[in-house]
Structures are given as structure tokens and as C-alpha cells.
């Protein structure tokens, strides 16, 4: 079988295969699951896999790399080259043209897997269902796809987990500071770091030697992002967030015992992670919920509890109260850290729990076969179902379980 993948990865930083099997390389979750899942593939399969590419990938192995210049050329390649399945990554951000463009690789019959980290646009929704050659919707989470149960373009949807691909094992020396958390993630809005920020300085009024490693950057999506005056994050977010709530200066910031770390290697998030009490990950619980949180599951993995958005992808990947606290304001933000800072005790059995949770649930070879079968799988109706009770809000998900019904019947 001749499989191609369809990736954006041209405003990332440039990075190499061995980059990945090094851990030496700092990527959003969005890439690394693709690029990781695609690197598995090709050790389990006999396939002759296609990688078409906006960034600039070497060959490897039984994978064939081709640097194309958007969408559009990136389909027309995996044509000529005679794909006879294409997973196409999609942009995150509607185009207009893209359209076209499925609807070209439609009519060329080439069989199409929609792989989603993202809300998926409603002209998206009822594009995908009315393309024959869409075989499949893949989202990383069945919450996600919960949210789309009453659309036509369920009858397509499926889901598989994102995989654990991190180095767990801690075999280094850590230095655990029972008084540090970790926040991991980009630092836009669509992650919440904001809501932390705005938090932050009544948790060191409490507890003074409280303190805070902030792991990314507005770079982590664009390497090309123009930072602000602090030289943090995007200028948007630095005199919007960070300045009022931190500080104007990096001395004041660090009066606050906040240190900004930037983007980080696989390696140097692990030994943070290990030398911290617990873990911050999107925080978000209105807007922007996460679709999945490759984040959570690292920090969990590492024997670390987790808090974030009540919403979303981080109901899946975690236990509430079990594994994570996850939280629906500032007040219970605030509150869920200093619960923590104030037993390390509690955070440690919620640790011993979240490791145990990830590594039985995300397991990458598991969930390779999963994408392997799925593939193999693509002429016939065999689909996993989306279970209804995985949902982050009961009422909704069972009214759009209603409307789907009865707009079968109709």
C-alpha cells in the first residue's frame, strides 16, 4: 500500500528525523504526534509511505519526502505520485481554496483521511460529508467529535487518541521543589496562560517561595513571530497579560519567582517536570477548549498531577480529581494551586495515579495498530464508534445525540 501524509510544518524550526529519536527538538503537539505517528508506521508496515511537506523533510527509511508549496501541491503530488490514501493534517485556520482542493482530490478518487487537532469549521463539516473520497474524520479525542454528533458529517467521524510518545522513565537526579509548578504550552490565548498570569501574584502573597516555570512561546506555532518588548511572547500578549499582571521588566517578573524558559527540548522538559510539584496545562475553560493536551499526558506520565480547563480534550486525558484538578474560573484556578502547594502529599498520590492512568491509556504502539488498522480498513464501513458518555457536557452531547436521530429518521 502506497500512503501519503499531508503536513504543514514550514513556519516551525527546522528539525530532522533523528532530531525526533534524540528528543532533541521542541515541537507543537499537533506536528510531533504526526511526524512520530508516521516514523511508527513505517517501522510496523511493509508500506511505501508519502510525506508531502510545506517544511523540508529528508527521506527516510520506506519514507519518501517531497517539499511542497501549499495544499493545492501537495494533493496534485500525492496524485501523480498514485497515493491511494492520502491523511491530510488540516490548517487549523478555514482557506476558502482549500475547498478546491479537496474536491480535486475527489474527483482524482483518491481516498481521503481528515486528521483534525482543531474545531472544525461548518463549511468544513458539510464539505467532508458530501465528498465520497473523505473516508474518515479522525479526531484525538471522543470528546471532540462529540461536539460535532448532531452534524451530518458524524457518520464519518472516529477517533483515536493522540500517543505517549515522551521519555517518562526518570532516570536522571531530579531535584523535586515542592514548592514549583509547571506550565506548559504556547503563549497565546488559545492556551490560557492569561488566566495563570492574572493569578499568579496573589499565589506568592500566600506562599512566598511559590514559584513557576513557564515552558514556550508565541514561537512554538511561528518561528518567525515577532516577539514584544520583554522578548517572551508575541507584543499582543505581552502588554495585554503579561505586562499588568507580572511585570514591565524581566526583574520584576522575577520578583514574582516566574522564570520564562522559551521553547525546550523533549530532554529539558523532562527534567523540569521531574523537579516540580505538579503541572499547569491550558487552563482555558470558556473559549478554546483542547481537543486533547499532548502536554497533560507528558506531565502525568512523569508521576505529576495536572491542572486545567474544565472542558474538552483535558476531561479525557486526565481523571478528574483523581489525576487532575480541573477548574472553571479564577477563583478555583487560584484555589487548586495553593490545594497542592499545601499538601505535596496529596499531589504526590494523585502523581503515583496519573502515570499509571497515561501509560495503560496512550501507549504509542498501541495506538500505531490502531492507525495501522484503520488505514488497512478504508474500503470497508468498519468504524469505531464515538461513546456518547465521553463528553464534557451530558445535557449537550445528549441533544445532539436526539437531533442526529431524528434527522436520520427524517
Not at 527538538?25 to 512520530?36: C, E, N, Y
Request: with cysteine; aromatic share 8%.
Amino acid at each position: 500500500m502506497k500512503v501519503g501524509f499531508y503536513l504543514e510544518s514550514k513556519k516551525l524550526k527546522s528539525f530532522t528525523w533523528e532530531d525526533m529519536e534524540n528528543n532533541s527538538i521542541g515541537l507543537p503537539g499537533t506536528t510531533s504526534q504526526a511526524f512520530r505517528l508516521i516514523y511508527n508506521i513505517e517501522k510496523k508496515t511493509n508500506w511505501e509511505i508519502n510525506l508531502f511537506d510545506t517544511g523540508t523533510m529528508p527521506d527516510y527509511g520506506k519514507i519518501k519526502a517531497f517539499t511542497v508549496d501549499d495544499f493545492n501541491s501537495g494533493v496534485e503530488s500525492a496524485i501523480k505520485n498514485q497515493c491511494e490514501v492520502l491523511i491530510i493534517i488540516i490548517s487549523p485556520n478555514h482557506r476558502d481554496e482549500d475547498a478546491l482542493v479537496f474536491k480535486k482530490a475527489n474527483d482524482a478518487n483518491l481516498k481521503l483521511i481528515v486528521w483534525s487537532h482543531n474545531q472544525i469549521s461548518e463549511i468544513n463539516l458539510k464539505l467532508f460529508h458530501q465528498l465520497k473520497m473523505v473516508k474518515r474524520i479522525v479526531g484525538p479525542s471522543a470528546i471532540m467529535m462529540n461536539w460535532y454528533r448532531h452534524k451530518k458529517a458524524f457518520s464519518k467521524m472516529t477517533f483515536v487518541h493522540n500517543a505517549l510518545y515522551f521519555d517518562y522513565d526518570n532516570n536522571s537526579k531530579s531535584k523535586l521543589d515542592n514548592k514549583q509548578f509547571v506550565y506548559i504550552g504556547a503563549l497565546t490565548e488559545d492556551k490560557g496562560f492569561h488566566h495563570l498570569a492574572k493569578v499568579w501574584p496573589n499565589i506568592v502573597k500566600r506562599i512566598p517561595k511559590a514559584s513557576l516555570l513557564v515552558i514556550g512561546s508565541s514561537k512554538l506555532y511561528n518561528i518567525n513571530d515577532e516577539l514584544g518588548p520583554l522578548g517572551i511572547t508575541s507584543k499582543v500578549f505581552e502588554e495585554e497579560y503579561l505586562i499588568p499582571y507580572l511585570g514591565k521588566d524581566k526583574e520584576s517578573i522575577s520578583k514574582k519567582n516566574v522564570s520564562f524558559l522559551g521553547l525546550q527540548t523533549s530532554i529539558e522538559i523532562k527534567k523540569h517536570i521531574a523537579n516540580s510539584l505538579a503541572g499547569v496545562v491550558n487552563p482555558n475553560w470558556e473559549i478554546s477548549p483542547e481537543t486533547f493536551c499532548v502536554s497533560a499526558i507528558e506531565v502525568q506520565s512523569m508521576g505529576k498531577p495536572i491542572i486545567g480547563g474544565n472542558v474538552g480534550g483535558l476531561v479525557e486525558v486526565s481523571k478528574t480529581g483523581e489525576t487532575s484538578i480541573l477548574i472553571n474560573n479564577h477563583l478555583q484556578l487560584e484555589k487548586a494551586i495553593l490545594k497542592l502547594l499545601n499538601s505535596p502529599g496529596q499531589a504526590t498520590e494523585m502523581g503515583i495515579k496519573a502515570k499509571k492512568y497515561v501509560l495503560n491509556k496512550f501507549d504509542k504502539s498501541k495506538i500505531t495498530d490502531e492507525w495501522i488498522q484503520m488505514i488497512s480498513n478504508i474500503d470497508t464501513k468498519k468504524l469505531k464508534k464515538v461513546p456518547i458518555t465521553k463528553n464534557d457536557s451530558t445535557i449537550k452531547t445528549v441533544i445532539k445525540e436526539a437531533l442526529r436521530l431524528l434527522n436520520h429518521l427524517i
